[in-house]
């Protein structure tokens, strides 16, 4: 949520020219300004993301999920979340001819870690349903505090920045989104795990859709009952 509100931000910022990965004033702390980049090629920056999100959506997350598990996959994506926020700021420092490659680069890697994410959280949160009866509130209950994270976070990100433009570091905001989501990494050994209670996430594809033992994914079986009113006769199929 706060990712999605800096990065325009952070993309059309003024850039100081003098500053590159070869050259800062010594501390990784003193990083100022963004990237200045005109309306339209942000706008162009902002289409691409949509282009790697649906991507990684359709293709990369059932492989992920169906090779590692739902659990899995869960583990790995949050423990590596803080890192999507962490390297940002220094883009800055990058050469001009490897200023796009690390923009979109970074854009690769939180859209990775955020969309495999999120279905596996709705996953899991079903199977903790203790009866369907109540999935509605729990599913309800979760909508509204992520709605409330989302009115919160950019407030708090807009702040952040424009204080840490005051101490010339404009990766304070990024800090803080990624602090948070280290929090959430210290939550994530607290998760209870069923281990009778696994889901599969299969793609649609059938030539990667293996198991983790390298072969096809048996068919589903389908038991149907038929049941003769006249004979009281009952029909497996």
């Keep these: 949520m706060c990712y999605d509100h800096l990065l325009p931000i952070f993309l059309q910022d003024n850039r100081r020219e003098e500053m590159n990965i070869l050259a800062t004033s010594g501390s990784l702390f003193h990083i100022e300004g963004g990237l200045g980049l005109e309306t339209k090629t942000v706008g162009l920056i902002m289409s691409v993301n949509g282009i790697i999100a649906l991507v990684i959506q359709a293709i990369i997350f059932p492989i992920v999920a169906d090779w590692l598990g739902v659990f899995r996959t869960f583990m790995v994506v949050t423990l590596l979340h803080p890192v999507a926020f962490f390297i940002v700021p220094y883009l800055v420092l990058l050469p001009s001819k490897f200023l796009f490659p690390g923009i979109y680069g970074c854009l690769f890697i939180r859209q990775l870690l955020s969309i495999l994410d999120y279905p596996v959280i709705l996953i899991m949160l079903k199977q903790a349903c203790p009866s369907s009866r109540y999935l509605g509130k729990i599913n309800g209950l979760a909508a509204s505090v992520g709605a409330a994270c989302r009115m919160i976070a950019p407030p708090v990100a807009g702040l952040l920045y424009a204080k840490g433009k005051k101490i010339e570091f404009t990766g304070l ?60 006769v009952e029909r497996h199929f």
């Design 173 to 232: 905001a990024w800090y803080g989104a990624g602090i948070v989501a280290i929090f959430g990494v210290c939550q994530l050994f607290l998760v209870p795990r069923d281990h009778n209670n696994e889901a599969q996430v299969r793609s649609l594809a059938r030539c990667i859709s293996k198991n983790r033992r390298g072969s096809e994914v048996p068919k589903e079986v389908v038991n149907v009952i038929v049941i003769d009113d006249n004979s009281d």
